[in-house]
């Protein structure tokens, strides 16, 4: 399995934007395709979208389709999702995700959308 620690959550106005980083350790980062979940106060976590292991793909739930983008540098060990166009109905801890519900997870990141 990997480590994982993301960064980059704070703070922002709607409309703001934000980039999540997730720094993965250990040498078989590349064999895992990767996600993003978040966890918004009082509701289920929620699949937020994934990259496969090449980066060549990419996949989004829809009420974040056209405002986040997911991307992988898998010389750095690392995954990122920039979120842009951010919605109050965005603010949750958000985690990085390898290998599936029994995979590795983050400790998250809290990301605040003020209106």
């Known amino acids: 399995q990997v480590q994982l620690v993301e960064s980059g959550g704070g703070l922002v106005q709607t409309g703001g934007s934000l980039r999540l980083s997730c720094a993965a350790s250990?040498?078989?980062?590349?064999?895992?395709?990767m996600a993003w979940f978040r966890r918004a106060p009082g509701k289920e976590r929620e699949f937020v979208g994934a990259?496969?292991?090449?980066?060549?793909?990419?996949y989004y739930t829809d009420s974040v389709k056209g405002r986040f983008t997911i991307s992988r540098d898998n010389a750095k060990n690392m995954v990122y999702l920039q979120m842009n166009s951010l919605k109050p109905e965005d603010t949750a801890v958000y985690y990085c995700?390898?290998?599936?519900?029994?995979?590795?997870w983050g400790q998250g990141t809290q990301v605040t959308v003020s209106s």
């Open positions: 250990g040498r078989t980062f590349s064999s895992y395709a």
């Open positions: 990259i496969t292991r090449s980066g060549g793909s990419t």
């Open positions: 995700n390898a290998g599936g519900d029994r995979g590795s």
